[in-house]
């Protein structure tokens, strides 16, 4: 699966599921930790394993112009809006949204929607710990690619945010392309 950021700077949040067994999610706490074991890094990009709340592999980063990819700060939420932003933004749409919307067609639901990854977002962690959304750095037709490990449900949002700098304040289009190997 090849995520292109067309116009740059777009974060796209996703979350990925056990196509057969939906109870078998992504797991970004797991995923970091054994990341963090082999001395990596917190962040996600070309031969990070995207692995299950059951430890098994789920994708494969294979390819990425970016460099770096989000999956500590979450996804942006109709109440998160109105805490970091203002009460006026509570009717603005969000990702968590779009996720429910989605997880619903699969028969899944709020209890279902776990730590996502934020594609192309720029989430500098400092070393006291803070992290902060920064300036997308994607360019225009930057892409990601993964390798599915095993049958996964993907849910995507191409985040609608319009308040913090992860879009450049313009949410603008992305292309998914699946391909067979
Ligand atoms: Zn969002």
Do not use: W
């Amino acid at each position: 699966m090849r995520i292109i950021d067309l116009k740059s700077q777009q974060a796209v949040d996703a979350l990925f599921y056990n196509a057969a067994d939906t109870s078998e999610r992504y797991s970004a706490q797991d995923t970091l930790a054994v990341q963090a074991a082999k001395g990596h890094r917190y962040d996600l990009t070309t031969g990070s394993v995207l692995l299950s709340n059951e430890l098994r592999p789920m994708l494969r980063i294979v390819a990425d112009t970016c460099g770096f990819h989000d999956t500590c700060a979450g996804a942006c939420s109709c109440e998160s809006n109105t805490v970091r932003f203002g009460h006026e933004t509570r009717f603005m749409h969000a990702c968590r949204e779009n996720f429910l919307v989605e997880a619903a067609k699969y028969g899944m639901g709020k209890r279902d929607l776990v730590s996502n990854v934020n594609f192309f977002m720029n989430v500098p962690i400092r070393p006291d710990g803070e992290l902060t959304v920064d300036d997308g750095v994607s360019e225009p037709g930057g892409y990601v690619e993964l390798e599915a490990l095993m049958d996964v449900l993907v849910l995507i949002s191409n985040c609608p945010q319009v308040n913090n700098p992860c879009n450049g304040f313009t949410p603008t289009p992305i292309q998914i392309i699946i391909s067979e190997p």
